[in-house]
Antibody, heavy 119, light 107 residues
Framework: EVQLGETGGGLIQPGGSMRLSCAVAGFPVSDNYMSWVRQAPGKGLEWISVILRGDTYYGDSVKGRFTISRDSSKNTVYLQMNSLKVADTAVYYC??????????????WGRGTLVTVSS | SYVLTQPPSVSVAPGKTATISCGGKNIGTKGVHWYQQKPGQAPVLVIHSDSDRPSGIPPRLSGSNSGNTATLTISRVEAGDEADYYCQVWDSGSGVIFGGGTKLTVL
């Protein structure tokens, strides 16, 4: 059974750093594209980062501040978040992709972890 | 960057048909995927690759994609269909693109 479990959320002050983890069961993270998607309170889904085979991509709102990575030995994906802003407050979801014919969709989602940036 | 446009809200009576649009330039050339999200829950994939249903998704939900508009259609709407719906495409140069989401209200 596939499971994605996010940890590491909580309350952090503006300007601070936080690392989110996504432990994966059911498939090797090295074999799949993996994304982080966030949702601010009362707002829509915002994709923020994806790690491919060797490349990474970021949304404009987090580029230069967030870094996605993975540890195949722990089968875990990470999101390092630096210079956090109040606007980064959101539920952060870990997600895995299935890709076919040049298009990718999210087939599995974690339950999400809440990050609150506030003084 | 590529933009997907959805209506903020759609209302429909039980038993009727709801249509949710997703507009984008030449979206018909891309694979479009749809997610359903209920309050307090993670999104769930309901349609992938324009019109394919994952296992467990009823045939009342269907999708189409042509020209500049993709459409999610929900037939014989039930109270349990009330949720937010998001369309999504993949951009090979930049990653995942979501539409702004549509709140489906069952009257």
């Amino acid at each position: 059974e596939v499971q994605l479990g996010e940890t590491g959320g909580g309350l952090i002050q503006p300007g601070g750093s936080m690392r989110l983890s996504c432990a994966v069961a059911g498939f090797p993270v090295s074999d799949n594209y993996m994304s982080w998607v966030r949702q601010a309170p009362g707002k829509g889904l915002e994709w923020i980062s994806v790690i491919l085979r060797g490349d990474t991509y970021y949304g404009d709102s987090v580029k230069g501040r967030f870094t996605i990575s993975r540890d195949s030995s722990k089968n875990t994906v990470y999101l390092q978040m630096n210079s956090l802003k109040v606007a980064d407050t959101a539920v952060y979801y870990c997600a895995s992709h299935y890709c076919s014919s040049g298009s990718c969709y999210i087939d599995y989602w974690g339950r999400g972890t809440l990050v609150t940036v506030s003084s | 960057s590529y933009v997907l446009t959805q209506p903020p809200s759609v209302s429909v009576a039980p038993g009727k048909t709801a249509t949710i649009s997703c507009g984008g330039k030449n979206i018909g050339t891309k694979g479009v995927h749809w997610y359903q999200q209920k309050p307090g829950q993670a999104p769930v994939l309901v349609i992938h690759s324009d019109s394919d249903r994952p296992s467990g998704i009823p045939p009342r939900l269907s999708g189409s994609n042509s020209g500049n508009t993709a459409t999610l259609t929900i037939s014989r709407v039930e109270a349990g269909d009330e949720a937010d719906y998001y369309c999504q495409v993949w951009d090979s140069g930049s990653g995942v693109i979501f539409g702004g989401g549509t709140k489906l209200t069952v009257l």
